[in-house]
T-cell receptor, first 111, second 115 residues
Framework: SQQGEEDPQALSIQEGENATMNCSYK?????LQWYRQNSGRGLVHLIL?????REKHSGRLRVTLDTSKKSSSLLITASRAADTASYFC???????????FGTGTLLAVQP | GAVVSQHPSWVICKSGTSVKIECRSL??????MFWYRQFPKQSLMLMAT?????????EQGVEKDKFLINHASLTLSTLTVTSAHPEDSSFYIC???????????FGPGTRLTVT
């Protein structure tokens, strides 16, 4: 079953603007990960944040995690047209590495 | 970085036939492999988890007799869609994880179209 709910479902911004996507989940986790998927292609791993971390940066990406609210956000700064893709959060919990994916946010960056 | 390949990239088959999809970890030993299905404009849904040398664990609602998974070695897992029907048309994605890492490495996916 899907655990993560993401909002917005879709987002259109101009190049250079920042994009924020939110993810909420239901159960306790070991870590939360963000992935990007270009249309009809495989997944690209963006960033992993562990349950004891609150914020993490990677290049133009900033991820926050609030375990008390069971939510995470992904911020892409200074967006580019090449950032156009679907973005998914995925949570991992329990003894296995099983990932449960969120519903995804479709980001369109207009040049 | 770790590379996972899938074969074939896409396949079109007739209703009633079986299709085998391979997932290979090219430069690491994958103790666990995962199979996902993604319908158009939807998210990935986990179908099953397979550990090398043991039977796969299927998610609720996934028919194990229809989606046969074999994880015979630390670098290869196969998914066979038996007696495929048009509703099985989907994008099938595998991922692989080593024992030491939380991270899953995803294959490029296989698009199955059943006519």
């Amino acid at each position: 079953s899907q655990q993560g709910e993401e909002d917005p479902q879709a987002l259109s911004i101009q190049e250079g603007e920042n994009a924020t996507m939110n993810c909420s989940y239901k159960t306790s986790i070991n870590n939360l990960q963000w992935y990007r998927q270009n249309s009809g292609r495989g997944l690209v791993h963006l960033i992993l944040i562990r349950s004891n971390e609150r914020e993490k940066h990677s290049g133009r990406l900033r991820v926050t995690l609030d375990t008390s609210k069971k939510s995470s956000s992904l911020l892409i700064t200074a967006s580019r047209a090449a950032d156009t893709a679907s973005y998914f959060c995925a949570t991992a919990g329990g003894a296995t590495n099983k990932l449960i994916f969120g519903t995804g946010t479709l980001l369109a960056v207009q040049p | 970085g770790a590379v996972v390949s899938q074969h074939p990239s896409w396949v079109i088959c007739k209703s009633g036939t079986s299709v085998k999809i391979e997932c290979r970890s090219l430069d690491f030993q994958a103790t666990t492999m995962f199979w996902y299905r993604q319908f158009p404009k939807q998210s990935l849904m986990l179908m099953a988890t397979s550990n090398e040398g043991s039977k796969a664990t299927y998610e609720q609602g996934v028919e194990k007799d229809k989606f046969l998974i074999n994880h015979a070695s630390l670098t290869l897992s196969t998914l066979t869609v038996t007696s495929a029907h048009p509703e099985d048309s989907s994008f099938y994605i595998c991922s692989a994880a080593s024992q030491s890492s939380y991270e899953q490495y995803f294959g490029p996916g296989t698009r199955l179209t059943v006519t």
